[in-house]
């Protein structure tokens, strides 16, 4: 699934996961792999308002289980572009909560579906409002719609509270370092917009950034290794803008010009000022999540006149699914709005849906937003996938009713068949009988549906050869040799030199030819069933055959051949007591071409041995610390080894990062495959 944060109300939940079915599946892990559904999930998350990040999905792989989800509404953000790649959804449970707006993207120059106008540009009772100005537009080096058109930002406006769900571009190179502080900029003046607004404000998603040395694993080695100091790693542009942001927010020097104030409380650290480990992101590479090396960089942000309203955050490290974790908070049922106590549900519906905390009516069509997911063209007007069958059957009875399909009964004049097989695909069924005595079928046609229809093929006469049942030609004839290897079996078998290889219309057409050739007269037809011949060995029917060719009296004249001699009726007919040398070279033709063609006999031990080398792991070295099995991987950084396997400790790394010598995380093998010899262990 993609990374999740969550909000209820009784809790919000933000998860993010990277891939919502493609780079990694939660429904593998426990406790979602007993339901495997969302609807499942998000019951076991007890949230009422799920956002999730880094979906890398499609438009086109999105699926019913994803959008139809029951009793639930979402709202996407799908990269425009770059295919397979960032993405942002929320869904909101509507027993709970329904949006009154919703948006894509952060500064507005995105059109709602099925409009040309931008979000900006809409009536003011449908805008969300504090779309960033041009003064503040300008600070990005990166234009506005090219900032939103990676899918990184849902907005929903209930009530009580905007909602942001974000994923915010991560550290990479510094190619992307325009893009990812005019991301930072452009979300600080949205939030910012809105507070002055007057409208409560709540963030949440993967922001890629660690607050502040007590939100990061071994902050020192980082230092160290960017040549860093403590105020230098806590000045760095994105963590700058990050505090500025944030109450309590470590600014060091003067404040930035637009920014003289705080306006987000986090809530997950407000409820756990000093705890040490609180990370919500590990490195899954090097299998650091056991060990908690990690860093916290997943937030649930409120604005400071919220902060009565939450009853507790936290962070759920033991849900597996992701290299995230998700991250909760939970709001209070009764809250505090405009200085007087109130049912949260009044706050966050429609008006009219509720009063005082009890429902006055249901979640209808009419309150569907334009960017709900269940608008979209490929899932509108469906509830479930059950009635995308239920209607496909409706068709297919009602296509059976207009065409119906009758059993045929066999003529009066033939005898009975003792077994009828119909073929159902067809309206006009025809039933066909074993073959009689004499060589004739059994043969009854259906009715036709309409007097326009054609005749059955029982009116019209037909030269073709009816099909048989499968039983009279199994019956009838032995099963014909499969082409090439059927089974992985069979390649350990050595291949039998049978009879059959031999086919019967190339020895007669063969004999035809030589005795054409030979005396240039047509040949007579008196060549008996192929069975006997096919039950005797190649080279013997080979020697046999070969001077009776001039003779021809053993074989049949092709329809090709006949229609060429139909002119020579008058001719001397061939002689029968001389074999001319042309038939030699066709014997000794035929006896080369059958040794040539006999497969090569493979010995089964051999192969069973190649195959065994083929498919067995390597012996895997032990590594010096623990003495257990090392685990192989595959360098992919640039550089000379790049591309080269090697070997390593199978233990996850430790809280410090590092190879630990005499612990229980991982030590310090290391051992390239190449130079591995298992034999000299």
């Given at each position: 699934?993609?990374?999740?944060?969550?909000?209820?109300?009784?809790?919000?939940?933000?998860?993010?996961?990277?891939?919502?079915?493609?780079?990694?599946?939660?429904?593998?892990?426990?406790?979602?792999?007993?339901?495997?559904?969302?609807?499942?999930?998000?019951?076991?998350l007890e949230a009422d308002i799920v956002v999730f990040q880094e979906t890398k999905i499609q438009r086109k792989d999105l699926s019913d289980d994803m959008v139809l989800v029951p009793g639930w509404d979402c709202y996407w953000s799908l990269p425009r572009h770059k295919k397979g790649y960032s993405g942002v959804v929320i869904y909101t449970r509507q027993s709970k909560c329904a949006p009154i707006r919703a948006e894509e993207g952060i500064t507005g120059v995105l059109c709602p579906p099925s409009s040309s106008t931008t979000f900006a540009d809409q009536p003011k009772e449908q805008q969300i409002g504090g779309y960033p100005t041009n003064a503040q537009m300008a600070t990005s080096v990166v234009d506005a719609?090219?900032?939103?058109?990676?899918?990184?930002?849902?907005?929903?406006?209930?009530?009580?509270?905007?909602?942001?769900?974000?994923?915010?571009?991560?550290?990479?190179?510094?190619?992307?370092?325009?893009?990812?502080?005019?991301?930072?900029?452009?979300?600080?003046?949205?939030?910012?917009?809105?507070?002055?607004?007057?409208?409560?404000?709540?963030?949440?998603?993967?922001l890629n950034i660690s607050r502040e040395p007590l939100d990061s694993a071994n902050p020192e080695a980082a230092m160290r290794k960017n040549a860093m100091t403590v105020d230098d790693y806590i000045s760095t542009p994105s963590r700058r803008f990050f505090n500025h942001l944030l109450q309590g927010g470590i600014v060091l020097g003067a404040r930035d010009e637009g920014r003289e104030r705080a306006v987000m409380w986090d809530i997950c650290r407000g409820f756990h000022p000093a705890r040490?480990?609180?990370?919500?992101?590990?490195?899954?590479?090097?299998?650091?999540?056991?060990?908690?090396?990690?860093?916290?960089?997943?937030?649930?942000?409120?604005?400071?006149?919220?902060?009565a309203w939450f009853s507790d955050s936290n962070i759920q490290e033991g849900l597996m699914g992701s290299d995230h974790c998700p991250v909760y908070a939970v709001i209070k049922d009764k809250v505090v709005v405009d200085g007087a106590e109130a049912d949260l549900l009044d706050y966050m519906n429609p008006e009219g849906m509720f009063s005082k905390g009890q429902r006055q009516r249901q979640y209808l069509t009419k309150d569907i937003l334009p960017l709900s997911g269940k608008l979209?063209?490929?899932?509108?007007?469906?509830?479930?996938?059950r009635d995308m069958f239920t209607s496909k059957l409706s068709r297919q009875r009602s296509t059976t009713d207009e065409h119906p399909?009758?059993?045929?009964?066999?003529?009066?004049?033939?005898?009975?068949?003792?077994?009828?097989?119909?073929?159902?695909?067809q309206p006009n069924t025809i039933a066909t009988a074993p073959l009689s005595a004499t060589g004739e079928s059994s043969v009854g046609t259906a009715p036709s549906a309409s007097t326009g229809k054609k005749r059955s093929s029982a009116d019209t006469p037909s030269n073709k050869p009816l099909k048989r049942s499968k039983s009279a030609s199994t019956a009838a004839a032995p099963p014909a040799p499969g082409k090439g290897q059927q089974s992985l079996k069979g390649f350990f078998k050595p291949k039998a030199t049978t009879s059959n290889d031999a086919s019967p219309t190339v020895i007669e057409e063969a004999a035809t030819r030589g005795?054409?050739?030979?005396?240039?007269?047509?040949?007579?037809?008196?060549?008996?069933?192929?069975?006997?011949?096919?039950?005797?060995?190649?080279?013997?029917?080979?020697?046999?055959?070969?001077?009776?060719?001039?003779?021809?009296?053993?074989?049949?004249?092709?329809?090709?051949?006949?229609?060429?001699?139909a002119g020579k009726s008058d001719a001397p007919p061939p002689s029968h007591t001389t074999t001319s040398p042309s038939a030699a070279a066709n014997k000794s033709a035929a006896a080369a071409a059958a040794k040539t063609e006999s497969p090569p006999i493979h010995d089964p031990i051999a192969s069973k041995e190649s195959w065994s080398k083929l498919?067995?792991?390597?012996?895997?070295?032990?590594?010096?610390?623990?003495?257990?099995?090392?685990?192989?991987?595959?360098?992919?950084?640039?550089?000379?080894?790049?591309?080269?396997?090697?070997?390593?400790?199978?233990?996850?790394l430790g809280p410090s990062g590092a190879k630990e010598s005499n612990t229980q995380w991982r030590c310090h093998t290391f051992i390239w495959c190449s130079d591995w010899n298992p034999a000299s262990s």
């Open positions: 699934m993609g990374q999740w944060h969550t909000v209820c109300i009784s809790a919000v939940v933000q998860w993010p996961s990277p891939g919502l079915i493609i780079a990694s599946n939660p429904f593998g892990y426990q406790p979602w792999r007993d339901q495997r559904t969302f609807a499942a999930m998000f019951d076991i719609w090219t900032l939103d058109s990676e899918g990184r930002c849902v907005i929903l406006e209930f009530p009580a509270f905007v909602l942001l769900g974000v994923y915010s571009p991560a550290t990479r190179d510094e190619s992307r370092d325009d893009f990812r502080l005019g991301f930072l900029n452009l979300l600080d003046a949205r939030v910012r917009n809105l507070v002055a607004m007057g409208k409560r404000v709540i963030l949440t998603g993967d040490p480990g609180m990370f919500t992101c590990w490195e899954q590479k090097v299998n650091a999540r056991p060990g908690n090396h990690g860093s916290r960089i997943d937030y649930v942000l409120c604005s400071l006149d919220m902060r979209i063209p490929e899932f509108d007007g469906r509830r479930s996938i399909v009758t059993t045929a009964k066999p003529s009066s004049t033939s005898p009975a068949p003792d077994k009828v097989e119909m073929a159902s695909s005795a054409e050739s030979n005396n240039g007269g047509p040949v007579s037809p008196k060549l008996q069933p192929a069975a006997p011949i096919l039950e005797r060995p190649m080279d013997e029917l080979v020697a046999e055959l070969s001077p009776a060719i001039p003779a021809a009296a053993t074989t049949t004249t092709s329809p090709i051949a006949r229609s060429s001699q498919f067995t792991k390597p012996v895997a070295p032990r590594c010096e610390g623990h003495d257990e099995p090392c685990i192989t991987l595959l360098t992919k950084k640039s550089g000379i080894n790049c591309g080269r396997s090697f070997w390593m400790c199978a233990r996850p």
